[in-house]
């Protein structure tokens, strides 16, 4: 079992849907939680961090359940700029190695 | 720099051929971390620094793999002798560390490494 688990997708969604990804993780003692989009094996990007209370920036809403070990990602709005791979990753403390799931793609369509 | 520098950019070697890549953090950061990105999105962890100093290298593997971070110089991750499988992108990413409440880490924009 991977220690950061994504349904690979694709989800294709027409422009303006609202979309959910789910992620789980099994390590435990996992201290910290981000949510990075990738384009086309481009370098990953910090979408946002995912805070226990969660948080929300603009059209991305994340989500952190600890007692579950499940993380969330809600996209509001889509844009076509939006479409790209959704990296769940996780790390066990300040300074840590990552721990990437293997990506959600999103493709956003007219 | 405000961004994490990579190069090279493309790298080709043949079988058995050394490979050298750099990665300059951003300034300020403490923390240097390298990932290997191979098929299906598969990031395997390889080793971190702390300034110079090696902060784990549990990912690295044993042979032909070397890194270092030295003062005023870019870090570098040496590949002896490339297999096929070292056939990747190699991102580095750098991180603030102690006093950063979060351990974010931010990505340069990789070395694909394509072994002939």
């Known amino acids: 079992r991977k220690e950061v688990e994504q349904d690979p997708g694709p989800f294709n969604v027409p422009e303006g849907a609202t979309v959910a990804f789910n992620c789980t993780y099994s390590?435990?003692?996992?201290?910290?939680f981000f949510w990075y989009r990738q384009d086309c094996r481009k370098e990953p990007k910090l979408l946002m961090s995912v805070y226990s209370s969660g948080n929300e920036d603009g059209r991305f809403t994340a989500q952190l359940n600890r007692a579950s070990q499940y993380i969330s990602l809600l996209i509001r709005d889509s844009k076509l700029s939006d479409s790209a791979t959704y990296l769940c990753?996780?790390?066990?403390?300040?300074?840590?190695?990552?721990?990437f799931g293997t990506g959600t793609r999103l493709q956003v369509t007219l | 720099g405000e961004e994490v520098a990579q190069t090279p950019k493309h790298l080709v070697r043949g079988e058995g051929q050394k490979a050298k890549l750099y990665c300059a953090p951003i300034?300020?950061?403490?923390?240097v971390f390298w990932y290997q990105q191979v098929l299906k999105n598969e990031f395997k962890f390889l080793i971190s620094?702390?300034?110079?100093?090696?902060?784990?290298e549990t990912g690295m593997p044993k042979e032909r793999f070397s890194a270092k971070c030295l003062p005023n110089s870019p870090c570098s991750l040496e590949i002896q002798a490339t297999k096929l499988e070292d056939s990747a992108v190699y991102f580095c990413?750098?991180?603030?560390?102690?006093?950063?409440?979060?351990?974010?880490?931010?990505f340069g924009p990789g070395t694909r490494l394509t072994v002939l």
């Open positions: 990753v996780v790390g066990t403390g300040t300074a840590s190695k990552l721990t």
């Open positions: 300034k300020g950061h403490s923390y």
């Open positions: 390590n435990s003692a996992s201290q910290s």
């Open positions: 990413a750098s991180s603030q560390g102690a006093g950063s409440s979060y351990n974010e880490q931010f």
């Open positions: 620094f702390q300034n110079e100093n090696v902060f784990d």
